[in-house]
């Protein structure tokens, strides 16, 4: 790993000592905090998603790791803030959040969306403040120069995307047709969506991080050379692992993942 080069200032809502706490308060959410920590893992969300899929992690991870998950804007208790529209502002905002946290290892996971998302944040975390995460693990998500969301979310009606999700298995059918479900999911779904559509990084930069890809035997949304594609973006090595399951395998599949996640780290 890189040491840690001369930080740049954090964005303008970390201002203050009081604000950069209120501002990590926001962004990140402590599931686990070891007594002693070696490791901080930190998870990044799919679109329309919250940060409260990894909670069941916390159990199941080695003594002296930290578990954070990132919270997005418009969700949880972020209902009130806009989401962000440009991957480029949601990933420097979230790399200005994690600069506290350079102070010892972390490692990184990102499901979908999140996946991309992570990514970006690496490239920032290693060009700008010399720090290289000790994985980078992407999930369920193909490389993004080579797999764009192919329909503009614009260009589409509420009930074709929540039946979209529905088909990817994440939230009941039947809970997709209650209209307090939908005025919480829609917005930041919508967002996110049209967030992934605009990000076409055509000629993406390598990271130096090692990259560690997790993929569902039955996810429709990517396939296993879109996946393996992930190699092109890094310098510190690839390999990948399958799991039985459709697009959210990780969520059935949670403690086969944090075990493989943690025989990765250790």
Not at 81 to 89: F, L, N, S, T
Not at 108 to 117: C, E, L, N, P, Y
Not at 177 to 197: C, Q
């Amino acid at each position: 790993m890189a040491p840690p080069v001369e930080r740049a200032p954090v964005a303008a809502e970390e201002g203050s000592d009081m604000d950069g706490v209120e501002a990590r308060g926001r962004w990140l959410r402590t599931y686990r905090r070891a007594e002693r920590s070696d490791l901080r893992l930190v998870c990044f969300p799919h679109a329309g998603g919250n940060a409260n899929v990894y909670l069941p992690w916390a159990p199941l991870l080695p003594d002296a790791t930290d578990l954070l998950a990132v919270c997005y804007p418009g969700r949880q208790d972020r209902l009130a803030e806009p989401c962000v529209a440009q991957m480029d502002v949601l990933a420097d905002r979230i790399s200005d959040v994690l600069v506290p946290y350079l102070d010892r290892p972390l490692a990184f996971f990102g499901h979908s969306m999140g996946a991309s998302v992570a990514y970006e944040v690496t490239l920032r975390l290693e060009s700008r403040y010399g720090f290289t995460p000790s994985v980078l693990f992407v999930s369920g998500h193909g490389a993004p120069h080579i797999s764009q969301v192919e329909l503009d979310p614009d260009l589409a009606d509420d009930e074709y995307l929540l039946g979209r999700i529905g088909a990817l298995g994440e939230v009941d059918p039947v809970l997709l047709r209650s209209p307090k479900l939908r005025e919480l999911i829609m917005p930041a779904l919508r967002a996110d969506l049209r967030m992934l559509y605009r990000y076409l990084p055509s000629e993406p930069a390598k990271v130096h991080a090692p990259i560690a890809a997790f993929l569902g035997t039955d996810d429709p949304t990517c396939t296993v050379d879109t996946v393996r594609a992930w190699a092109e973006l890094t310098i510190g090595g690839f390999e990948s692992t399958s799991f039985p399951g459709d697009h959210f395998y990780l969520v059935p599949e949670y403690e086969q993942v944090v075990a493989a996640l943690t025989a990765r780290l250790s």
